[in-house]
């Protein structure tokens, strides 16, 4: 070994011949356990990666290499999500066009990833404009049109004056487009494409209970799925015969207490309904919430506002007439756009019958038998009153009796709503995968490409600039849009909208199995085998957009026969978001990206990696400090010199002293464990510790077990260096083939342990006790504390709960 660790000469040394080897190939033998370990599907943006970026792609690395060495086929393959606005934005800004961008892009992040010694099978790579690729998107899309999933409708949908194409529900965040977060996103009214992703709502519910993702993941694809039970009722319109309002609601117990009705600005009842005297006041707020995101108009903390139609509805179980106004703060798009306002129990209602001083009945009381408050809604389960049938039954009772009643009559049914609308998947762009339909000039309507005429290729063409029209450039390519139709053989135009790119990014997991299949998406043999992923990783950004619809396909999927497995990705983990060092988002605009190449050039792969593990736990955001990359990489100098020493002195074959081993088993025991459990910053900080006790050792008597078990330890998170320092100690073949080392849990139990004493859930003492002591000795010890006495100030104790080694628990 060289005196000195140089990280720049052993680095590009052993990536050639790990290139050159295969050894990071996917394995073919079945007869060991698989491990599929996938990052989410990358977009290749021009800047690069950051080492925020790597945050991701390390972590999955090192699970990868630590999977190969306990035994597993992994399968850890790498490609492109290159399809869609961000990569034609792109060149549109830099006045190129994507073919030549897209190429370019992911060849360098390629590099990248195997200049920090990330081990991908990349004879797997994948990406999603290629017509190899996209074929096998357009035969899922006519997939779901075959099974009902896909189809055609007229609606106002949201635009982007930047994208200058529709955006989906999903893509508009705080009112704004998600990929250009300073604009104001509008209405269009235009036909569009739709995937039928509402008739999986309950199996996309009811499936977050199998798998395990974190809980805040769960909780937005809850909240945006947004399931609701009720009862769907309609109240007539008076004066206007065959009219009526037909509205959802989750407290149909308070039907009594309605004293207006509120719609949509937006609902075609408005123009049906608004009388003479009210019509010009009507349409100016019309215009003016059609101006406004759906955000905006929800804003809790945003003035109510709204105009009487000077149309009453009906309520048919107070026999009265009341108002219907109209306000911005109801949505055509959530229920039936229209909702009866019961003030007395909505806050939102109270605030605006206030406001507009409109009558307030109250039809809920505590069931304590106190008042509701007179200041604001009792919005609480209670006893009803004032409400004829139904008074004095408790709520839930309240609630079954009004909907029954309702289907008897003829004028409701119990009902259940959803929050979240059917997946708008038309863009008007031209980088984008073609839509495989047909609209035939003669009677045949629209009509799918046939599978044997796929793909359709998306024609290249010069002038790709949208045009704000509401029309794809690939309209003004006469070549592709004039076609013949499949059906009569007459003549016909294809669909010139593009589908989005989360289309391409719904099933490109399946692809990695078997990517040079071309006979059919994937090879059914090779997908029962890898999937369903075992460890996804990707940012928390991606809750309701593709994890929501990478989970519906694979449903559709397994409805159609072509897989066994209902949801992709049993496992999923987001990493922590890596800021740069002033605290903001790494940005090229902003001057403060740190790329993985200026790191490498500085202080090599492997000290980047390990600072990618130690700066802090995985899932949580931390800043970007140069300073600890300064530090790992002195850590591997203390590494290297420790093997140099061992090396020189002969590589002595004696057997490790007992404290030795017992600090070597402690060791394998914590890594391991912390690796599985994705603990990299303490799994290394155990190696450091370990690294710390062996420094003060002479070489003779460490031993050769402590030494090679710590290199082989060490080798996911530091590949390079461990396998100049694993061919040092005499070994052939490479460390990253390896058996992962294996611990005594005798050798491995601690001796002593910290114990810590809770006094209702609060941190009042630590007892240093031998390991596995006796509960009713430790129950003993701690009761006997001085801080504990203190804290329980004489109370006798109703629970003590002990976690063996770990934890007592005192609760009074």
């Given at each position: 070994m060289n005196e000195r660790y140089d990280p720049k000469e052993i680095?590009?040394?052993?990536?050639?011949?790990?290139?050159?080897?295969?050894?990071?190939?996917?394995?073919?033998?079945?007869?060991r356990p698989k491990f599929y370990l996938l990052e989410m599907f990358p977009y290749p943006s021009g800047e690069g990666l950051s080492v925020g970026h790597l945050h991701n792609y390390v972590p999955c690395d090192v699970i990868g290499r630590f999977k190969r060495m306990t035994g597993h086929n992994v399968l850890h393959a790498m490609g492109w999500d290159a399809f869609g606005l961000p990569a034609e934005n792109d060149a549109l800004l830099k006045k190129l066009h994507p073919k030549e961008t897209v190429p370019r892009y992911a060849a360098n992040f390629k590099r990248q990833l195997k200049l920090v010694g990330c081990a991908y099978d990349w004879t797997r790579e994948i990406n999603s404009s290629t017509p190899e690729y996209y074929k096998w998107t357009q035969w899922f899309f006519l997939l779901l049109y075959k099974r009902g999933l896909a189809y055609r409708a007229v609606g106002a949908q949201?635009?982007?004056?930047?994208?200058?194409?529709?955006?989906a529900n999903e893509q508009v965040i705080d009112g704004c487009c998600w990929r250009h977060t300073d604009t104001a996103v509008t209405k269009k009214e235009l036909e569009q494409w739709y995937f039928r992703i509402t008739a999986y709502a309950d199996r996309l519910l009811e499936d977050l209970d199998t798998i395990d993702w974190p809980e805040r993941i769960?909780?937005?694809?809850?909240n945006w799925i947004g399931r609701s039970e009720g009862a769907e009722l309609a109240f007539p319109v008076a004066g206007h015969r065959g009219e009526e309002v037909r509205f959802f609601t989750t407290r149909p117990d308070t039907v009594f207490g309605v004293s207006f009705m509120v719609l949509a600005p937006e609902h075609p009842l408005v123009a049906r309904i608004t009388t003479p005297a009210q019509r010009a006041e009507v349409?100016?707020?019309?215009a003016q919430a059609r101006r406004q995101s759906e955000i905006e108009r929800l804003s809790t903390v945003k003035e109510k506002t709204g105009v009487f139609t000077g149309a009453y509805a009906h309520n048919l179980f107070t026999d009265k007439d009341i108002p219907i106004w109209i306000a911005d703060y109801v949505l055509m798009g959530y229920g039936t756009g229209a909702i009866m306002a019961a003030p007395g129990e909505d806050q939102r209602d109270f605030e605006f019958a206030r406001k507009y001083g409109l009558p307030i009945p109250r039809v809920t009381a505590p069931a304590d038998g106190s008042q509701p408050p007179a200041d604001r809604a009792f919005t609480e389960p209670g006893i009803t009153i004032n409400s004829g049938f139904i008074s004095g039954k408790p709520t839930a009772e309240a609630l079954a009796m009004v909907a029954q009643y309702a289907q008897e009559k003829g004028i409701g049914r119990a009902a259940v709503s959803y929050r979240m609308r059917d997946w708008l998947i038309s863009r008007q762009r031209y980088w984008g995968c073609p839509i495989p339909m047909v609209y035939c000039k003669g009677g045949c309507g629209i009509v799918p490409v046939p599978e044997d005429q796929l793909p359709v290729v998306l024609p290249d063409i010069k002038d790709y600039q949208p045009s704000g029209t509401g029309r794809s450039p690939l309209a003004n390519v006469p070549e592709f849009v004039n076609t013949t139709c499949p059906k009569c053989g007459g003549p016909g135009e294809r669909e010139t909208d593009t589908m989005d790119g989360f289309a391409c990014s719904s099933w490109y997991f399946l692809r990695f199995a078997s990517p040079h299949e071309s006979a059919a998406p994937f090879?059914?043999?090779?997908?029962?085998?890898?999937?369903?992923?075992?460890?996804?990783v990707g940012g928390?950004?991606?809750?309701?957009?593709?994890?929501?619809?990478?989970?519906?396909?694979?449903?559709?999927?397994?409805d159609a026969g072509l897989i066994n497995f209902k949801e992709p990705f049993p496992t999923l983990r987001n990493q922590g978001m890596i800021w740069a060092a002033d605290g903001q988002k790494m940005s090229k605009s902003k001057g403060n990206v740190v790329t993985p190449d200026s790191m490498v050039d500085k202080y090599g792969a492997d000290a980047l990696r390990l600072w990618e593990l130690f700066m802090g736990p995985f899932e949580e955001p931390t800043n970007w400090n140069e300073e600890g990359v300064v530090g790992t990489a002195r850590y591997l100098t203390r590494v290297w010199n420790l093997v140099r020493r061992f090396v020189e002195a002969g590589c002595p074959q004696g057997k490790p002293g007992e404290q030795t081993l017992r600090k070597m088993h402690q060791t394998i025991r914590t890594v391991t464990d912390h690796i599985e459990r994705l603990r990299f910053n303490t799994a290394l900080a155990a190696l450091m510790d370990e690294l710390n006790y062996l420094a003060r050792l002479e070489p003779a008597g460490i031993g050769r077990a402590a030494i090679e078990s710590y290199v082989?330890?060490?080798?996911?998170m530091a590949p390079h260096i461990t396998e100049e320092m694993w061919r040092a100690l005499g070994h052939s073949d490479s460390v990253h083939l390896q058996k992962w080392p294996g611990f005594d849990p005798a050798l491995a139990r601690d001796e002593v342990v910290t114990v810590v004493v809770q006094i209702n859930g609060k941190v009042r003492d630590k007892?240093?006790?031998?390991?596995?002591?006796?509960?009713?000795?430790?129950?003993?010890?701690?009761?006997?504390s001085a801080a504990v006495k203190r804290h329980l100030d004489g109370k006798t104790p109703k629970k003590v709960i002990y976690v063996p080694n770990k934890l007592l628990s005192i609760v009074v």
């Open positions: 680095e590009p040394k052993w990536q050639a011949e790990w290139e050159r080897s295969g050894i990071y190939l996917t394995p073919t033998d079945r007869s949201w635009w982007c004056e930047k994208c200058l194409s529709i955006l769960k909780l937005m694809q809850r349409e100016r707020y019309v090879n059914r043999e090779a997908v029962d085998y890898w999937l369903p992923v075992d460890l996804y928390a950004e991606h809750a309701v957009m593709h994890l929501l619809y990478a989970r519906m396909w694979t449903k559709v999927m397994y082989l330890m060490l080798a996911p007892l240093e006790i031998a390991a596995d002591t006796a509960e009713e000795r430790v129950r003993t010890l701690a009761l006997e």
